[in-house]
């Protein structure tokens, strides 16, 4: 309910009292309001500035977090006033809102910031009044689409192919990735090649060439060097239909593929080939067959494949769709009006152009886009006086829409330049956080090698922080009895002893060092571990998982490997490496199966969700899990 | 013959066309005025009209409310209507939000003019708050006249028939169309043949303050309900 209702109802209770001689049946009892009469001050400090309010301003809502007890957390004993630590400047909006009513969105704010803020203070974004909410929404709007753009492009452009993908998936992708593979770059240079030599052989075929002798007259290059053309023509579509038919074949969704603009425009391309090739050489019908050459230009639109500006243009009148009807249409109202007086005005003169209203379309569109070939002119005055206004009126209705297609070709433009340089932003800055982590896991290294040390020289200045962090690291190695090492020792290892591992179908694992299913585990306990560390490693550090996935630690369970309790007691030589069906993502330490072997062997091998307690004293009856880092 | 006219014809209107146009871009740039009317001024008309209320101590003395709770209300008043007034319009949007099933548009009317005293079309803080201060402290009889007053529409005294079926009607319109049982049409007149028969004494067709008073004073769940309200500010 709104603020002002919550005002008025002690108002509305009060006129009741009009009810009273009325009632059929004696009234129900009043609440009972315990809470303090008196409207008192309250003290708010959000980060330093203090700000006063009368608490029946802030009770005005109920469900929000000021309006609500859930404000006496923040309460300060000693201050007496209610301390949050939040931006101030936002606040000041909030309590607005309190005061007014109305949620005011501030336009130099980030509307990721404003909106953190607004769920912090349990306020919904959809009491923003008017005056504001559109600007809010197109903020959000075009924020959310970045998002999206940024994520959709990690995904899927430099996604790396799954490894068992089939033939058929691996081409679909090489089509549309041409810089996934050398091969597929190859084929899009050739086809687009070939687009270029068949566009100018058409051109070139109609140039007049010298006559051969006997002929005075002069001839189109393509009938004098007949078989030439043919031939070169023949390549051509050779090449543009098998590339037709392998995107076909590899299309996953064949219908979905037939029917998108570009297969359109290939089969357009090649068809009149096709067609001639089984026409006869029937007089007739060679009329049409001329009709259908014209059609070989479209494949000048197969450069859209290779040309991402001819994409945007595409897109954008596309996306100026109304604005252009609107043109049209506004067009076409003029013309008819125009036509029509035109023609009624030249009726009088003989040898008159306007022989018809259709006859003075022509006319009129030509005046009005203000070309004026002067092939048809008025000559009676009234004509005159009609022609110039129509001219007149032709340059304004033509400037109006011209705007507002140029402004959304620019934004489209300009968005896609944009999303082309955040692309290549993010990665450097992947690149300098991934840095940054190493340097993290390698104080970590340091810090345990110094500690083997065991002198206390080797305590560098390091902060609380690091030595509480090293600290719990620590305590995750001895729960689970495995070390952190760095990627050197790791790949050394692995090269040595060709771990079997078998990774799983997460993207984020992008270089997954040649792991192959190998189920018998050839590396002793001791060098697996630290292989399993290695991979670990190197895997956080090549990883490209997005940033939001560095804040995260989860702790994930996975399916128990199909292992009896038997075959966890295995002897410490033949462990099985199995990793199978795991999921890893990076950022993850994940312990799919805590060893939870017990002495008595009462416990189940079910996984809890933290993997903790060590209980096994046995060094031996572990289930091998690979920890990957997050290095925080 | 006719040809020729016709070209002639359409020069006159093109020429016609032309002056015309020629006089409004005159017009549009200022350089001559051809409207009769000068609706210039119109516009600069006060939009809202302002009221500031009487003195603190003075409605401190007209009411039986206290300093802090006269200030609390104004508070709350002056942020909901900032020019001091409430009108009829207003009034009856607020009052709806209360009864959202229903239509409280009528009710609301009548409790406006109940509220506006001196009958100018909007309620000033003080109508407001000596209303208030009657329902909320006032004595049982002043409650009562203050009932009273609401249903005598037109305030001659008396209560008719036609008037108080028009507030039963109202008051149940509130309820909206979703009621158990649901509301007969009958139901506003059965229920103010009741009321007549228990307030009008002398069977005159009419109840003057007096039978009203009277008979409310003797009915023991009227004078009971009365002080339900007490606490509500």
């Known amino acids: 309910m709104a603020a002002g209702v919550a005002t008025w109802l002690p108002f509305a209770r009060a006129a009741a009292v009009g009810w009273l001689p009325l009632a059929k049946k004696t009234m129900p009892k009043p609440p009972v309001d315990n809470s303090s009469r008196s409207d008192e001050i309250l003290y708010l400090n959000v980060s330093g500035v203090r700000f006063q309010t009368w608490k029946n301003t802030l009770d005005r809502y109920p469900d929000t977090l000021l309006g609500s007890s859930e404000k006496e957390f923040f309460f300060n004993e000693d201050t007496e006033e209610y301390f949050f630590d939040r931006d101030h400047e936002m606040f000041r909006h909030i309590l607005n809102f309190y005061r007014t009513g109305k949620l005011h969105y501030p336009r130099h704010e980030c509307i990721q910031a404003f909106d953190e803020e607004l769920a912090f203070y349990g306020i919904v974004p959809e009491i923003i009044g008017d005056c504001c909410m559109e600007e809010y929404r197109d903020r959000k709007k075009e924020n959310q689409e970045r998002l999206a753009e940024d994520t959709e492009a990690n995904e899927s452009i430099d996604a790396p192919l799954p490894p068992d993908s089939t033939p058929r998936e691996r081409l679909w992708r090489a089509f549309e990735n041409p810089h996934t593979s050398t091969m597929a770059l190859v084929f899009y240079y050739v086809t687009g090649f070939f687009i270029a030599v068949s566009v100018i052989a058409n051109v070139v075929e109609t140039v007049p060439c010298r006559p051969p002798e006997g002929r005075v007259k002069d001839l189109p290059c393509g009938e004098k060097y007949q078989l030439a053309f043919f031939c ?18 590899a299309a996953p969704s064949r219908c979905k593929f037939m029917r998108s603009v570009m297969s359109v425009i290939d089969v357009v391309a090649i068809m009149p080939y096709y067609i001639g090739l089984v026409m006869p050489e029937n007089e007739d019908v060679s009329g049409a067959f001329v009709t259908l050459r014209v059609f070989r230009v479209f494949r000048i639109f197969k450069f859209s494949r290779h040309s991402q500006g001819l994409r945007i243009l595409g897109y954008t009148l596309k996306s100026c769709a109304s604005e252009l009807g609107f043109l049209l249409f506004s067009l076409t109202m003029a013309i008819i009006i125009f036509a029509t007086v035109m023609f009624y ?46 001219s007149l009126s032709g340059v304004l209705v033509i400037a109006l829409p011209v705007p507002v297609i140029v402004s959304n070709f620019s934004r489209i433009y300009h968005q896609n330049q944009r999303a082309d340089k955040r692309r290549a932003q993010q990665k450097v800055r992947l690149a300098r956080i991934r840095m940054a982590k190493k340097g993290t896991t390698n104080a970590f290294l340091q810090y345990k090698e110094d500690r083997g040390d065991s002198t206390a020289l080797c305590v560098k200045n390091r902060s609380a922080f690091e030595h509480q962090h090293h600290h719990l690291l620590h305590c995750l190695e001895k729960t689970t009895n495995h070390e952190f090492t760095d990627e050197m020792t790791y790949s050394e290892l692995c090269m040595t002893e060709s771990v079997g ?20 585990g050839c590396c002793p306990r001791r060098a697996r571990r630290r292989a399993a560390m290695r991979l670990a490693n190197s895997t956080a550090s090549v990883s490209r998982g997005s940033v939001q996935e560095l804040d995260t630690l989860h702790i994930k369970t996975t399916s128990i490997p199909p292992q009896t309790r038997s075959s966890l007691n295995a002897q410490a030589g033949n462990l099985k490496l199995n990793c199978g069906e795991q999921d890893f993502t990076a950022a993850i330490i994940s312990i799919p199966t805590p060893p939870a072997n017990t002495p008595d062997e009462s416990l189940p091998p079910s996984p809890a969700p933290i993997p903790g307690i060590l209980r096994n004293t046995r060094a031996t009856a572990f289930t091998h899990e690979t920890v990957k880092i997050s290095s925080l | 013959m006719s040809v020729r006219w016709e070209t002639e014809g359409l020069q006159t209107v093109g020429i016609v066309c032309l002056v015309i146009m020629f006089l409004k871009l005159m017009h549009l740039l200022g350089l001559i005025d051809i409207t009769e009317t000068d609706s210039s001024d119109s516009d600069l008309e006060l939009s809202t009209v302002r009221h ?34 409430v009108d009829e319009e207003t009034f009856k949007s607020i009052y709806s939000q209360f009864f959202p099933q229903g239509d409280a548009t009528t009710y609301a009317h009548f409790l406006f003019n109940a509220f506006d005293m001196d009958r100018n079309g909007s309620i000033r803080f003080e109508d407001f708050v000596i209303g208030l201060s009657v329902l909320l402290r006032g004595s049982v009889t002043e409650k009562l006249n203050w009932a009273f007053n609401l249903y005598d529409i037109n305030k001659d005294g008396y209560i008719t028939k036609e008037e108080m079926l028009a507030i039963m009607k109202s008051i149940y319109d509130m309820m909206g169309r979703y009621t158990y049982p649901c509301v007969r049409d009958e139901a506003p007149s059965e229920h103010v043949d009741k009321f007549f028969q228990k307030m009008d004494r002398n069977r005159d067709g009419v109840v003057t303050i007096e039978e009203f008073i009277e008979t409310c004073q003797k009915d023991e769940n009227i004078m009971n309900s009365m002080q339900l309200f007490e606490n509500v500010i």
């Open chain 2, 52 to 85: 500031q209320p009487e003195g603190l101590d003075q409605l401190q003395a007209q009411t039986k409310f206290t300093r802090k709770e006269l200030q609390s209300l104004y508070r709350g008043f002056k942020n909901e209507c900032p020019s001091g007034l």
């Open chain 1, 501 to 520: 591992f078998r990774t799983s179908r997460s993207t984020s694992l992008s270089s997954q060092q040649g792991a192959q299913n190998n189920p018998t």
């Open chain 1, 345 to 390: 005005a030249e009726k009088g003169t003989k040898s008159s152009d306007f022989t018809s209203i259709p006859a003075s379309f022509w006319y009129t569109i030509v005046t009005m886009t203000t070309l004026g070939y002067g092939d048809m002119v008025p000559n009676t005055i009234a004509g005159k006086i009609f022609g110039s206004i129509c």
């Open chain 1, 232 to 249: 070169m023509d023949t390549a051509c579509v050779l090449i543009f239909t098998f590339e037709y038919l392998m995107r076909l074949f």
